[in-house]
């Protein structure tokens, strides 16, 4: 067993560790190295398993195999400025509503530590906001995934994050998307249901799940059909996990157009499809979702806040390519 701060550290199983979970087993011999650490960097491909890529925590170890965990060199905490633009609807000294763009990642990580929002918000609101909910994470009180565009709030203060925190977390938020999806969602006004978790074939998704998971709920209504080929239609969330508009339409045989996730073959609609609408659809280079509306207390006046923005232009492209076929 080797260590160090960074750099790759080699582990072979022994007899005693055999049939225990493989992050059970690295966290017992790497007692530096919290569980939670350990799963993130297996998360990242940053685990092989006798020289190939191990993504699964609970796989059990087996004696006589090779582990190499590659440890990153550590960064700073603190993400630093950046001048990045971005459409600000709405700024004080408590908050800032902005309309991300698709494309832009919320908040740094392994694999994005600059060019995000975070990095854009710490230039533009300077060293008031650093700190604010945290070091990595300043002043975000919830997220988008990279390629959904639309309407997020983040606090320029503690009592602003608190509050708006508080508010998302007990669902006080008005909230809504727009999708455009592959086949018509029936009946016009429905519900999709199903507890999702993370996919066990594939860590990078998430899946509707049979034990476990977290509960959710996504609320749709069907705002105009494409033919039979396809929709576009508001969701509201219930709940807020993880990509779970995506999931759920996905699971209920309407996947999101462009989605690189969850839309992993050409849907049998699309065979319906006009030949322009169709190619279009199947070239649109991300998950066709916007977060159209916002509306929130304000948490230093009281003042109902609302926020309404059109989808961008790709978007709605598409969607007139799709109304004129």
Known sequence: MTDSTHGPRTLIITEEFAGQRTDRVLTACFPDLSRSRIRNLIDEGRLTRNGLCLREPADPARPGVELVLDIPVPTSAAPE???ISFPILYEDDDLIVLDKPAGLVVHPAPGNETGTLVNALVAHCGESLVGIGGERRPGIVHRLDKDTSGLMVAAKTERAHRALSEDFAARRIDRSYLALCWGVPSPAR??????????????????????????????????RAFGTYAALVECRLATGRTHQIRVHFSANGHPLMGDPLYLRRIPAIAKTCPMDARDAALDFPRQALHAARLGFTHPATGEKLLFETTPPEDFTTLERILMSD
């Open 81 to 83: 400025g950046e001048a």
């Open 190 to 223: 429905g519900e999709y249901e199903g507890n999702i978790g993370r996919d066990k074939r594939d860590r990078k998704r998430m899946a509707i799940v049979g034990s476990g998971g977290k509960e959710a709920l996504t609320r749709y209504t069907l705002l």
